[in-house]
């Protein structure tokens, strides 16, 4: 027992996953859904009572918080429901892998978080302590990254846990690499 707390002989997988980018496509993102197949295929394999899945989805708040609205009207109630909307979308998403991880037993925990998504994993990563983080990478060129930047490079610098990063496979890639 270390801390308080009773060690636990399985080994604890923190998975990063985030929907799709890809407009009318709401399901979880080509990246995600490759770091959580290639976890089981070759991390979990059979061993499936061995690991316990940690799912993270982080919400990004757009700058205005109105998701590429035109308009919104102003009472109070429509608020409220943007911010349902944006909860049920999180909970469909973790409800994905959340399902699968049952189909297969293997023990899993999910939880949204709002933020920065690199700032925020690595935050989980820390108040977490699991014994790996993989995260998928949507393989964006130079010049995209610095736009853009990238999640997958910042937390292999900056979570105090190995990271293992998942490349898309080149089939997979949508026409804009942007894209999710």
């Known amino acids: 027992m270390e801390g308080g707390v009773a060690e636990s002989s399985q080994t604890r997988i923190m998975v990063g996953v985030n929907e799709s980018?890809?407009?009318g496509y709401p399901h979880a993102s080509i990246s995600s859904k490759g770091a959580f197949e290639w976890t089981l295929s070759k991390i979990v394999r059979t061993n499936t009572s061995a690991f316990t899945l940690l799912f993270l989805h982080v919400q990004v708040p757009d700058q205005d918080g109105f998701d590429d609205m035109d308009s919104i009207y102003a009472s109070p109630d429509d608020f409220k429901k943007l911010n349902r909307q944006n909860k049920?979308?999180?909970l469909h998403l973790l409800e994905y892998?959340?399902?699968r991880c049952h189909e297969i037993?293997?023990?899993c925990?999910?939880?949204i978080k709002k933020g920065d998504p690199k700032?925020?994993?690595c935050h989980e990563v820390n108040r977490v302590q699991p014994d790996l983080l993989v995260v998928g990478s949507r393989g964006l060129g130079p010049f995209?990254?610095?736009f853009v930047g990238t999640v997958s490079e910042f937390c292999a610098k900056h979570a105090e846990c190995p990271v293992i990063t998942i490349k898309r496979k080149v089939d997979e890639a949508p026409q804009d690499p942007i894209d999710d």
Do not use: D, L, M, Y
Request: aromatic share 10%; glycine share 10%; hydrophobic share 50%.
């Open 21 to 23: 980018t890809i407009k």
């Open 119 to 121: 700032e925020v994993i």
């Open 109 to 111: 925990e999910a939880w």
């Open 105 to 107: 037993g293997v023990p």
């Open 97 to 99: 892998f959340v399902n």
């Open 88 to 90: 049920i979308r999180g």
């Open 144 to 146: 995209q990254r610095v």
